[in-house]
């Protein structure tokens, strides 16, 4: 089979899922993020989407730009002034400094098909205006897309408690991988 044949299977695959274009409904769709310290302590919580477009019509040119609205960042494991301070911590400049940078984008680049409607994928992620290369799995359904993506803060700037930047933390470490799980709810 010649390469231009399996690149034919796949757009044609990809078009039968109804993923050639997609443009998402942004209230159901969602990102729930995971932050670890080194005790195996977690914290978790979500973001919302600002903007969601992905297309594959030319799998040799895929294109796809997901906007993160970094004001929405949310802690869901704490409740009252736990939760506020958390909350206000991460959108502070020991973290992601909301204020001055309150967008996170991610641009498509690369797209591989693996086997039952799962792709990899390699983009470039923004955060704090530093942009990234990352890989990062996606499975389609027919109804929405769901995957997920672990980048290093370090990378991003994002100092607090990090190994990265500082020793004898101890406890305090703060581990640099943020995993996200998104989830995109086709329109």
Same mark, same amino acid.
């Given at each position: 089979?010649?390469?231009?044949?399996?690149?034919? #299977?796949?757009?044609?695959?990809?078009?039968?899922?109804?993923?050639?274009?997609?443009?998402?409904?942004?209230?159901?769709?969602?990102?729930?993020?995971?932050?670890?310290?080194?005790?195996?302590?977690?914290?978790?919580?979500?973001?919302?989407?600002?903007?969601?477009?992905?297309?594959?019509?030319?799998?040799?040119?895929?294109?796809?730009?997901?906007?993160?609205?970094?004001?929405?960042?949310?802690?869901?494991?704490?409740?009252?002034?736990?939760?506020?301070?958390?909350?206000?911590?991460?959108?502070?400049?020991?973290?992601?400094?909301?204020?001055?940078?309150?967008?996170?984008?991610?641009?498509?680049?690369?797209?591989?098909?693996?086997?039952?409607?799962?792709?990899?994928?390699?983009?470039? #992620?923004?955060?704090?205006?530093?942009?990234?290369?990352? +890989?990062?799995?996606?499975?389609?359904?027919?109804?929405?897309?769901?995957?997920?993506?672990?980048?290093?803060?370090?990378?991003?700037?994002?100092?607090?408690?990090?190994?990265?930047?500082?020793?004898?933390?101890?406890?305090?470490?703060?581990? +640099?991988?943020?995993?996200?799980?998104?989830?995109?709810?086709?329109?």
């Amino acid at each position: 089979m010649t390469t231009k044949s399996i690149l034919s #299977l796949v757009l044609i695959t990809a078009s039968t899922l109804g993923f050639s274009q997609s443009k998402f409904d942004l209230e159901k769709s969602a990102i729930k993020w995971t932050g670890k310290k080194i005790t195996n302590n977690s914290h978790t919580g979500s973001l919302k989407f600002k903007s969601a477009y992905l297309s594959l019509e030319d799998v040799q040119n895929p294109s796809g730009i997901f906007e993160v609205n970094m004001s929405s960042l949310s802690n869901e494991d704490q409740t009252g002034e736990w939760k506020q301070k958390l909350e206000g911590h991460l959108k502070s400049e020991d973290f992601f400094s909301v204020e001055k940078y309150p967008d996170a984008t991610l641009v498509l680049k690369e797209i591989k098909s693996k086997k039952d409607n799962s792709y990899s994928l390699r983009g470039e #992620l923004t955060i704090k205006d530093i942009t990234h290369s990352v +890989d990062f799995n996606l499975v389609v359904y027919k109804d929405k897309i769901e995957g997920e993506l672990t980048f290093d803060r370090s990378e991003y700037n994002v100092k607090y408690a990090s190994g990265s930047f500082f020793e004898n933390l101890g406890d305090n470490l703060i581990l +640099d991988e943020v995993t996200l799980k998104i989830k995109l709810q086709k329109l």
